[in-house]
């Protein structure tokens, strides 16, 4: 054993101060990663003696509970008195929450260093303070070793200046201790002495961007845009390209989500649009997860919300249906004291349709009258969170059992506690599949183990039994406003996974629907409610007091009009529609009526002929091919040339169905000027649209992949040598 006068006679000042910079190489992965980034960081605030107090008290709760043969430090069962008037403090509790979250991680390297300088054979220390001393010696190593800075008006608590002082006196030699730590496990620093799960968490926590849903109750989007330039912000495709820059980007899946780089979050905090609820810091899997449903309803569907967390994600889900007439059921919020708070907090952000139940989700029966026209069930179970890179962060927003920092701050949970909250979660999703009137459920958690997520999923398809009239549950795609075509191809199977990253926490979402009843009829309203949702109605509103359509009929064809002076358009139009016989009787009596056609001819014409719809400039033929008798038996043309250009009563329109017509080879005189008693040289056709009359030089082209049903008349039958 090393005598502590020997080891102070062996070092002196100028190596200590060597062995000092040694063992102030940080611990925490936060520094080692901002190395990296080209972002400056300032130096770190000192934290009030209230903040040690609370962190103290938070690491006695949650710290590593040992065998009583491996137990090297005794933290006794007393808690600290803390100031009440930072108690309910918001930021303080984040803070006392960090730092004994972080003096989680290291409490065995932290215990062995307080060993190794014989700190407590030195003195005598109540059983009581041990808390708050390794909570002091994590801030004091991450200082360096440097002196507490704080300012003259700041209270102090006496256990804090004791346990200080104590510190300060075995400076040197906790010094000491820490770089023979370091050396022992042959480490750059002793944060690579953390396993590398938690290394890893440490690395995208210190890089992980800030996400915010914007408030549209209270503020459009355009208004944030241009409330952000004023303040400096410019809109920028990816953060990740502007860490040092006072930027922001908007969302790929999510058209109301903004990203922040994190160095902005203190000055953030303190800007208008976050102080009014028109900006809300969140994770984004939450943001997801309501989007989902939003994406899922019609107009007046319900959407039950199940394990709600945060109060947001129900502001934030209450917010995307304010257009509709929907309701947002919340189950679980049992403390009336929370009840009003929650009520305080909706209408200070804007929301208006949020109804609260009191029952737990399990004890609510599946056929409560309240939630008939509940659609949509949104499930976010209680999970490992074992996809967050900072679970502090991610549970005090999102009110989760602190309890788990103990397993995370280690890297992750043991089995049989997953099982458990595999156990509650599969009930949960079961339960939610017994709601007849349902039809979409959305499960959602912050977990990347399989036993959580697909697991869960697949074992509650499997056990489900809709009955006969019940449709049952399968798995869908993700929903298309919120991922893009080539991340719904790589969901191969179906469900919609967020891997941890730089950029995200991890998160798992699986959607399942029901088969739609045939016998049900989708209205207008709902159509459009989901193409709304979808982001195909731009622009266009929607209206909220569209009533319910009724099945539709088959209408019946309208009556043909009578005919309209002035618009040959529109009477064109009004006799689109009517049935052949009638079109033969319009042709008939115009032939008559035109060219006095003979008998014979007339009923030839009279065949019935097949309608087409399309435009009158569309070639239309007959059903039958003209035979060649036709032709023979049609009198010559030059007797009746003259009623083709005598005057028609002026203004007189005559509705026909456009048709085309081709008639035998005919006679006519190609000038207006009175007629002509010779023969023209050329035969011509004769198209008949409406109540024109049109000449072809040729014979009509048949359309394309069209056969020809009629043999067109050539000129050899009347004239074997047309050139004579």
């Not at 770089?179 to 995208?204: F, G, M, N, W």
């Amino acid at each position: 054993m090393v005598d502590p006068k020997s080891e102070m006679e062996f070092f002196d000042q100028e190596n200590m101060e060597e062995i000092s910079q040694l063992a102030s190489l940080e611990m925490s992965g936060n520094v080692v990663a901002k190395r990296k980034s080209s972002t400056v960081v300032l130096e770190k605030p000192s934290y009030p003696d209230s903040v040690y107090v609370m962190a103290a008290n938070i690491f006695q709760g949650i710290r590593l509970q040992k065998s009583p043969d491996k137990v090297i430090i005794n933290y006794g069962n007393e808690l600290l008195e803390s100031s009440s008037t930072h108690t309910e403090d918001e930021s303080f509790q984040r803070l006392s929450y960090e730092l004994a979250f972080s003096t989680l991680k290291y409490q065995d390297i932290l215990e062995s260093i307080l060993i190794d300088s014989y700190i407590f054979s030195s003195t005598t220390i109540a059983d009581k303070l041990n808390s708050l001393i390794i909570v002091m010696l994590y801030d004091f190593q991450d200082r360096k070793f440097l002196p507490r800075v704080l300012p003259n008006d700041e209270e102090t608590i006496p256990e804090v200046q004791e346990v200080e002082n104590l510190l300060n006196s075995f400076k040197t030699k906790l010094a000491a201790a820490l770089a023979r730590c370091r050396i022992k496990h042959d480490a750059l620093s002793i944060y690579h002495i953390l396993p590398e799960t938690v290394r890893k968490q440490e690395q995208r926590a210190s890089t992980l961007p800030l996400y915010a849903w914007i408030n549209t109750a209270k503020v459009s989007l355009e208004e944030v845009y241009i409330n952000l330039r004023r303040k400096g912000y410019a809109k920028v495709k990816t953060v990740t390209d502007h860490n040092d820059n006072k930027v922001y980007a908007v969302d790929q899946h999510c058209y109301n989500v903004l990203i922040f780089p994190a160095h902005l979050k203190t000055e953030l905090l303190n800007i208008d649009l976050i102080k009014d609820y028109k900006i809300i810091f969140q994770d984004k899997s939450r943001s997801l997860a309501v989007h989902s449903v939003k994406a899922l309803m019609n107009m007046d569907d319900d959407v039950l919300m199940v394990n709600m967390g945060s109060w947001y994600t129900v502001a934030h889900m209450a917010i995307l249906t304010s257009g509709n007439t929907s309701k947002i059921f919340v189950c679980g919020i049992q403390s009336e004291e929370k009840d009003s708070d929650a009520k305080k907090l909706f209408t200070k952000m804007g929301c208006e349709n949020i109804e609260i139940l009191h029952e737990t989700f399990l004890s609510i029966d599946s056929k409560d009258h309240r939630l008939q026209n509940v659609k949509v069930v949104l499930l976010l179970p209680r999970c490992s969170s074992l996809g967050v890179s900072n679970p502090v962060e991610f549970i005090l927003n999102e009110h989760e059992d602190t309890s788990l920092l103990q397993d995370l701050s280690q890297g992750g949970l043991p089995k049989d506690k997953l099982q458990i909250f595999a156990q509650d979660q599969f009930e949960q999703l079961t339960h939610a599949m017994k709601f007849t009137k349902v039809q979409a459920i959305v499960y959602c958690t912050c977990s990347v183990s399989e036993e959580e997520n697909e697991e869960v999923v697949k074992k509650a398809l499997k056990c489900q039994n809709p009955g006969v009239k019940i449709q049952p549950y399968r798995l869908s795609p993700p929903v298309l406003p919120l991922c893009s075509l080539k991340e719904i191809e790589l969901s191969v199977d179906r469900f919609f996974r967020l891997e941890p990253s730089d950029m995200t926490n991890g998160c798992f979402l699986s959607i399942l629907t029901r088969e739609r009843d045939p016998s049900e009829t989708v209205s207008v309203k709902d159509v459009l409610a989901r193409a709304a949702a979808k982001g195909l109605l731009e622009g266009v509103e929607v209206g909220k007091t569209l009533k319910r359509d009724k099945k539709r009929k088959k209408p019946k064809a309208p009556p043909p009009r009578a005919p309209q002076h002035g618009d040959p358009v529109r009477d064109h139009l009004a006799v689109v529609g009517n049935d052949t016989g009638n079109l033969q009787m319009k042709i008939s009596e115009f032939l008559h009526r035109e060219s006095k056609i003979s008998t014979a001819a007339r009923t030839s014409l009279t065949a019935k002929v097949e309608p087409q719809v399309g435009t009158s400039s569309q070639i239309r033929k007959p059903s039958k091919p003209l035979s060649t008798p036709l032709v023979r038996s049609v009198p010559r043309p030059i007797e009746r040339q003259t009623n083709f250009v005598r005057a028609r009563p002026e203004g007189k329109v005559i509705p026909l169905k456009p048709i085309e017509i081709v008639l035998p080879p005919v006679m006519f005189p190609l000038s207006s000027q009175g007629p002509r008693f010779q023969m023209p040289a050329t035969h011509f056709y004769y198209r008949f649209i409406g109540s024109k009359v049109g000449a072809l030089s040729h014979p009509i082209i048949p359309r394309r992949k069209e056969k020809v049903k009629e043999s067109i008349p050539s000129s050899l039958v009347r004239h074997p040598r047309p050139w004579l």
